[in-house]
C-alpha cells in the first residue's frame, strides 16, 4: 500500500491517559501534516513538518498535544493527560504538492 | 486570515439531478481552492483545485467548479447524481502554493435519493 497510513484506527481511553498516534506517510512525501476533525466539522489544521523540522506548531490545541517527525519519515501524535474533549479523528495528510490523507485515528475520550 | 464557508450542511438531490453544493470564499490575497471528498471512514480525497490557471475547474468523477472573484465563490457542480456521489464535501482555502494553513469548510452532506 503506497498510501498514507494510520495507527491506531480506533482509540478508546480513560480522560487523563496519555495517548499517541502515528502516520506513516507516502515515501516520498517530505511535509506532512495533522488535522483535527470533529463531528460536524471541517479538518482543523494542527501542525505540520517539513522532513524532520515541524515548521508550524502555534495552532496546536494546548501545550498537551505535541507532534515529533524524528527522522523525516514516520511522525506521531501525542495528546497528553487527555480530557473528553479531545475526542475526535485526527488525520494526517503528506504531500509533495498535492495533499494525500490517511484514513484517520478515532479518539473516544470517556 | 482565510477560510470559507459552506453554504447548507445537508444537501439532498435525486439521482440525476443536478449537484451544486456552495462555497464562499474570504482571502485578502488571491486564494488556491480546493474541493474534497470524505466517504464514510475514509480520508479526504480531492476532486479539484484553482490555481489560477483558469477558472473552470474540471476534476474526477465528472465534477466541476468555477471560480467568480465578484463573488468569492467556488460552488461545486454536477450536472446528475449518482448514488456513488453519496458523501461529505469539503471546500477548503489556501494562500500558499504549498497548501500549508489550508483551512477547510465545515461540510456539506450530500444524499442521492433514488
Avoid at chain 1, 53 to 71: G, N, V
Avoid at chain 2, 93 to 105: A, L
Wanted: glycine share 8%; with cysteine; charged share 20%.
Amino acid at each position: 500500500d503506497t498510501g498514507v497510513s494510520q495507527d491506531p484506527r480506533h482509540k478508546i481511553t480513560k480522560r487523563g491517559q496519555n495517548v499517541t498516534f502515528r502516520c506513516d506517510p507516502i515515501s516520498e512525501h517530505n511535509r506532512l501534516y495533522w488535522y483535527r476533525q470533529t463531528l460536524g466539522q471541517g479538518p482543523e489544521f494542527l501542525t505540520y513538518f517539513q522532513n524532520e523540522a515541524q515548521l508550524e506548531k502555534s495552532r496546536l490545541l494546548s501545550d498537551r498535544f505535541s507532534a515529533e517527525r524524528p527522522k523525516g519519515s514516520f511522525s506521531t501524535l501525542e495528546i497528553q493527560r487527555t480530557e473528553q474533549g479531545d475526542s475526535a479523528m485526527y488525520l494526517c495528510a503528506s504531500s509533495a504538492g498535492e495533499l494525500f490523507f490517511g484514513e484517520g485515528s478515532r479518539l473516544t475520550v470517556l | 486570515a482565510q477560510s470559507v464557508t459552506q453554504l447548507g450542511s445537508h444537501v439532498s438531490v435525486s439521482e440525476g439531478a443536478l449537484v451544486l453544493l456552495r462555497c464562499n470564499y474570504s482571502s485578502s490575497v488571491p486564494p488556491y481552492l480546493f474541493w474534497y471528498v470524505q466517504y464514510p471512514n475514509q480520508g479526504l480525497q480531492l476532486l479539484l483545485k484553482y490555481t489560477s490557471a483558469a477558472t473552470l475547474v474540471k476534476g474526477i468523477n465528472g465534477f466541476e467548479a468555477e471560480f467568480k472573484k465578484s463573488e468569492t465563490s467556488f460552488h461545486l457542480t454536477k450536472p446528475s447524481a449518482h448514488m456513488s456521489d453519496a458523501a461529505e464535501y469539503f471546500c477548503a482555502v489556501s494562500v500558499y502554493i504549498d497548501n500549508n494553513d489550508m483551512r477547510f469548510g465545515a461540510g456539506t452532506r450530500l444524499t442521492v435519493k433514488p
